[in-house]
Every structure is written in structure tokens, then in C-alpha cells.
């Protein structure tokens, strides 16, 4: 008789080794092999030696150029760290673009918001708001960002403008490779579809502002990466959460440890003792039923029947679907001639335990990413000890966000807009920010401003 094999089957990154007439062992320790692993080589600089795909020498974005695919896989897997990316770009965002001029007044610096028919005119012929998403998006997850920047057909009669910009994702995107290895040398950038490695490769330049000014066959279309410095990468920067990766990917393995206990009961969860004579009784009833259709008995028939006996009782003991694990064993007769009664008693798991342990992970991975990330917990929505963080926890939060949080961020998003919006009005000394209200306490509101209770 031939054993059927124990399998392995893959459930995010965990693994449940079915074994047969067992049971399931649930297994998180498994791993790729250490080639395939791009987690054991996060620490390393990629950027010393170009990579040669599609026909053309990069330099390689991670060090299997995947960078933005590993990031977008463990993020899809998340409960977490995309809402709280997602807050973080809402509270970046504020209540929009606003174009403003900077004064400086009794000895403080200040933005003086203002309207221009000209540069908002500008902005509404082309899809302003989809770039901005996008730039904030790519930022947020990449720390920097890549747009196309198009001329105006103007500039074939000397009119030097830009018509529009347009983001391109990251994982698209590639940085030619310089021997100099240093950002401010790149002159090619390269889109195609890196993740696939297949189609065709488009080369741009990258944008010159001296050159667009002075040069008659400028491109018409050029390239830009604007990102915030990682401390020694030399060209591309990696997300702030890049140390809290592996917090990350521990907290998405929690959900499915917790989800495979529920749903598929990977441990035996009843032990259960049925009469020897019971089965003894079964044999002689199907022998006798098979000599009078003229058939001959084999013990395969009596397997089945202990198969249909044993599912119809997993599906009583069971509350959730293929929950209902457990051991049969037969019993002998006692002593005196007496057969053992049938006996169903459960198995004390400790799952409670385990439950718990896993919940523990959880939270410290919950709170290793929300730190990753840089968010304060009470802007995150994050639980702390059990509750959330009051008003005036947030209120504080908010502020500290906004006085400390934003200023690099905003320069560089809108880097590429408000440098279009230069070219393109020199005279007008506009620039784009984001409008955050000041939002106050609300005992430093005044009755009449308060919001009213019409319910």
C-alpha cells in the first residue's frame, strides 16, 4: 500500500504542511532559498555596477531592479501602512494648491495667498490634480518621484513654455547609467516595462533648464526625478519605512496565521474513542449484505463507511468550515467483556495562547511600521495601550506635523510645477503650496463659531 505524501501548501508567506490521515502544522519559519531572497540583501549598495536589460545599462533600482515591485507587493499585503501612507498624503495635501508669495513682514516669514487668472488658467488645460496625486503618491513610497515635462509648440518659433507635466511611475522608470555615479550626471532616463523585463525602451533626456531656455531643438519631451536625499545612495532614494520592511511583512503574516486557525483548524482539536465491537458489528453487516447481492467483501468497503461516519461527525463538531480535525482510535474491551463506550473529548490547544502571542506580534509590528512610516500614532488612528489618542493628543500631533513635516515634502512635490510656473510667467513671482487651516481648541473658539448641534 502506497503512503500518499505530505504537501506543502503556500499561504502568503506562511506555509501549512498537510500531512495525510493528520492533520495540518501551520510553519512560518519557511523561507526562500537565500539567492531568491531580497530581504537578506536590503542592506546592500546597488548602485556601484550597472545592469544591462533590454539593451541598455542602468543603474539597477534594488539590487535585483525591483525595488518598487517588492514595495508594492508587501504593501498590497497590508492592513496597515498604506491607510496609513494615505492619512499622511491627506494631511500633506490640506485643503489643496494654493498659489501664494513669500513676504516677510515685522521680522517673520509669510505666505501671502493670492489668485492668478494666468497660472490657473495654465494649470486647468491640462490634469493638474492627477499629477499632484501621483507626485505625492510615488513620493511617499519611493521618497521621490519621476515626470515628464512637455513643451509648448511655441518654442518652434521662440515662445519657450511647458505645456503640461505628466508623472510616470517608478516601476517604470530606470536612471542611465554614469561612471561618475553621482545624480547631477545622469543625462538618460529609460521607461519600459522593468518588471517584466520585455517590449520596447523609451529614452528621454533629462530636463536642462539653461538648455530648454537656449537651445532651438530642445526635445520636446525630457525627464526629471525629484526625490529627497538618501543618506549614501547616490541616485535613487529608498521609502523612510525601508528599515521597518521586515515589521511590515510580519505584521501582514499575523492576518493569515489567524485566518488558516479559524477557517481550517490546523490543529486536531478532538480525540476521539469508538468501541472495537462497533466496527466488529459494521464488518459482519456488510458481509452479510454483500453475499446476498452476490458480491465479495474487502475491507476498503468497511474504510468507507468509517469515512462517512467520521465526516458526519466532523460536520457536528465543527463550527467552522473543514475545522473538524481530529484523531479515532479503537478501543478494547475491558476486563470483564465490555466494550469501551464511544468517547469524544477535545484536546486543549492552548490556542488561547498561541492567539495572544500573535496579537502581541501584531501590536509591535503595528507599531514598528507606524514609526517606519513617521506618522504619529494619534494621526494614524492607531490604538496606543489599548485606546485612542484624545482630541487635544491629535490637535498637538497635527501641529507638530505641519510645523515640522511638510516643508521638504511640499518643495519637493511640487518642485517641477512651480518650476514650470517660473518659466512660464517670469514676471508674476507665484509659487504653488499646500493651504493648511489653522485649526484651534475648541474652548479658543468662540460660541458663535462653533459648529451647532442641529441633530
Not at 45 to 70: A, C, K, Q, R
Not at 292 to 314: P, Q, R
Not at 411 to 417: N, V
Request: charged content about 25%.
Amino acid at each position: 500500500m502506497t503512503k500518499s505524501k505530505a504537501t506543502i501548501e503556500k499561504l502568503g508567506r506562511a506555509r501549512i504542511i498537510h500531512i495525510p490521515d493528520v492533520g495540518g502544522f501551520l510553519y512560518t519559519g519557511f523561507s526562500e532559498s537565500v539567492s531568491s531572497s531580497w530581504m537578506t540583501q536590503t542592506s546592500s549598495n546597488w548602485e556601484t555596477s550597472p545592469t544591462s536589460e533590454l539593451g541598455v545599462n542602468i543603474f539597477p533600482f534594488g539590487h535585483d531592479n525591483m525595488l518598487p515591485t517588492h514595495i508594492r507587493n508587501i504593501m498590497d499585503e497590508n492592513n496597515l501602512a498604506p491607510g496609513i501612507l494615505e492619512r499622511e498624503k491627506g494631511l500633506l495635501y490640506g485643503q489643496g494648491l494654493e498659489l501664494y508669495r513669500k513676504v516677510y513682514k515685522d521680522g517673520a516669514i509669510q505666505r501671502e495667498w493670492c489668485y492668478d487668472d494666468d497660472v490657473w488658467g495654465w494649470l486647468k488645460s491640462w490634469d493638474y490634480m492627477r499629477y499632484v496625486e501621483m507626485a505625492i503618491t510615488e513620493y511617499k513610497y519611493l521618497h521621490g518621484f519621476f515626470d515628464k515635462v512637455y513643451a509648448s509648440k511655441g518654442k518652434r518659433i521662440g515662445i519657450k513654455r511647458i505645456a503640461k507635466l505628466e508623472v510616470v511611475p517608478g516601476i517604470n522608470v530606470r536612471m542611465g547609467w554614469v561612471d561618475s555615479r553621482r545624480l547631477e550626471d545622469v543625462s538618460k532616463i529609460y521607461v519600459a516595462d522593468w518588471e517584466n523585463a520585455t517590449g520596447e525602451v523609451s529614452e528621454y533626456n533629462v530636463f536642462n533648464r539653461e538648455r530648454f531656455l537656449d537651445e532651438k531643438n530642445y526635445p520636446n519631451v525630457t525627464m526629471s526625478y525629484h526625490n529627497s536625499y538618501s543618506y549614501a545612495r547616490s541616485i535613487y532614494s529608498i521609502p523612510s519605512f525601508y528599515g521597518a520592511l521586515n515589521w511590515i511583512k510580519r505584521s501582514s503574516d499575523v492576518p493569515v496565521i489567524l485566518k488558516y486557525i479559524t477557517e481550517n483548524s490546523i490543529n486536531v482539536a478532538y480525540h476521539i474513542q469508538s468501541p472495537a465491537l462497533f466496527w466488529q458489528q459494521k464488518r459482519e453487516e456488510l458481509e452479510t449484505e454483500c453475499a446476498a447481492k452476490g458480491k465479495t467483501f474487502n475491507d476498503s468497503m468497511l474504510e468507507e463507511l468509517k469515512n462517512t461516519i467520521m465526516s458526519k461527525l466532523a460536520e457536528t463538531l465543527s463550527g467552522k468550515k473543514n475545522a473538524g480535525k481530529f484523531f479515532h482510535t479503537i478501543s478494547l474491551e475491558d476486563d470483564n467483556g465490555k466494550p469501551w463506550e464511544w468517547k469524544i473529548e477535545p484536546i486543549d490547544q492552548k490556542i488561547t495562547d498561541f492567539i495572544e502571542a500573535q496579537i502581541k506580534v501584531s501590536e509591535k509590528a503595528d507599531s514598528a511600521t507606524t514609526s517606519g512610516i513617521g506618522l504619529h500614532p494619534a494621526l494614524s488612528n492607531i490604538m496606543v495601550a489599548g485606546k485612542l489618542s484624545s482630541g487635544s493628543e491629535m490637535l498637538y500631533a497635527l501641529k507638530l506635523y505641519l510645523g515640522s513635516d511638510t516643508a521638504i515634502p511640499e518643495a519637493i512635490i511640487l518642485q517641477s510645477l512651480n518650476r514650470a510656473i517660473a518659466i512660464n510667467f517670469p514676471d508674476k513671482d507665484l509659487q504653488l503650496g499646500f493651504y493648511h487651516q489653522v485649526i484651534m481648541k475648541e474652548d479658543e473658539v468662540s460660541p458663535s463659531n462653533r459648529l451647532k448641534n442641529n441633530i
